[in-house]
DNA sequence: TCAACTCTTTGACTTAGATCAAATAATCAC
DNA sequence: GTGATTATTTGATCTAAGTCAAAGAGTTGA
């Protein structure tokens, strides 16, 4: 069996999980690992599958001018996949990174399609955990109006504490939407 | 009957409506409207139900030493509610306002619960528009960050076409984190 | 219809943070 | 380990947009 209980006490925070969707579940998800700086998904494929980082760090970003912004970092216990893409199953601008050696559970496109037919309980699993992200996202969006780099940089500070020191600064002022110069200033200050 | 006509056109756009979800439907969604500047929604109460406009315009906005700064804008066709508290339960930051005359058809929490539990197709609705409404969220972002002033505002212009011209300046300002000052300076550059 | 708001524009000045450039420091591949 | 990348810091400007202030336009209600 594999080791998929982070991802079983992620799902079982939304929904009761019964016994034929575990097994539906187990029987399906596919373990995969990926070193340093390997793409887990490529902007000029469709995204497939949908990834749950067991170990490791993963970022989402797109191309701007030859520049990588990032549009948002995701580590052990979380879902990453480039939403747009799965959903309408078109090509779209994300790449996923591998930013730590990384081992993930992924679950094929068809599969969820499957277990959203089959379990009504994952459709519900889907939308409150799609909410719970949502919310997030609607901070985001709060903090990135009328503050400065300063107070960006310590919303990400609490926001993000856990990963803070495994991320590098440039990646960091690409979130924020600040330079690489003006965030080690920032930094420095303390 | 209800003229429920663009709620069932709304939902039917991601799943297909049997006649008993259209009866529980017409059968719970209740009427109602709303004068300009009448609040849908005050932050000191719970966030009781989801919104459907008919017909109107409404803002989502918050406090920021006293100042009310628009979250986001919604006319017709669209649901409107304080997510974070609808789902929660509890009060949260966001007032709803009615920036025209509004018309509404409202499902009570208790009422969505109750589709939800019963017709696993809403979940399903549910996700899907979420899901459309979290890409936009996710282009927003992309918006305010790396945008000049005159990007975003013309990045609004691009996005809420429809609506532009029913909203005061200062409110759209707001939404885009810039200053009603520069937004009029941006404006009359053409 | 007129007074009292509220909304929008315009002007002068200030500043946070961008840009450009170069020097360190850290990491990686061989 | 050592040279080559890559990441970070520091410094000197420059500029977009904020702030403060006041004048015009538009609305609204008695």
Redo the contacts between chains.
């Keep these: 069996m594999l080791p998929a209980d982070a991802l079983l006490l992620h799902i079982g925070h939304y929904i009761r999980i019964s016994e034929p969707l575990r097994a539906a579940l187990l029987e399906r998800v596919q373990a995969a690992s990926y070193h340093k700086g390997e793409l887990l998904h490529d902007a000029r494929h469709v995204c497939t599958r949908s990834d749950f980082i067991q170990q490791g760090l993963v970022r989402l970003y797109?191309l701007?001018d030859g520049e990588k912004?990032t549009?948002y970092f995701s580590a052990e216990g979380e879902w990453v996949n480039s939403?747009?893409s799965l959903?309408k199953q078109t090509p779209d601008i994300y790449y996923l990174e591998a930013l730590e050696p990384t081992q993930t559970l992924s679950l094929q496109a068809q599969d969820l399609g499957y277990l959203?037919d089959i379990f009504?309980e994952m459709?519900?699993y889907?939308?409150?955990s799609?909410?719970s992200?949502?919310?997030h996202?609607?901070d985001?969006?709060?903090s990135?109006?009328?503050t400065s780099a300063r107070e960006k940089y310590a919303h990400f500070c609490r926001t993000h504490h856990d990963i803070l020191h495994r991320l590098p600064l440039g990646m960091v002022a690409?979130y924020?939407?600040i330079t690489q110069e003006t965030l080690s200033r920032i930094r420095a200050e303390r």
Tied chains: 1, 2.
């Design positions: 797109y701007l912004i549009e939403p747009s959903v959203f009504p459709e519900r889907a939308r409150l799609m909410g992200v949502f919310g996202l609607m985001r969006v709060t990135l109006r009328f690409s924020l939407g």
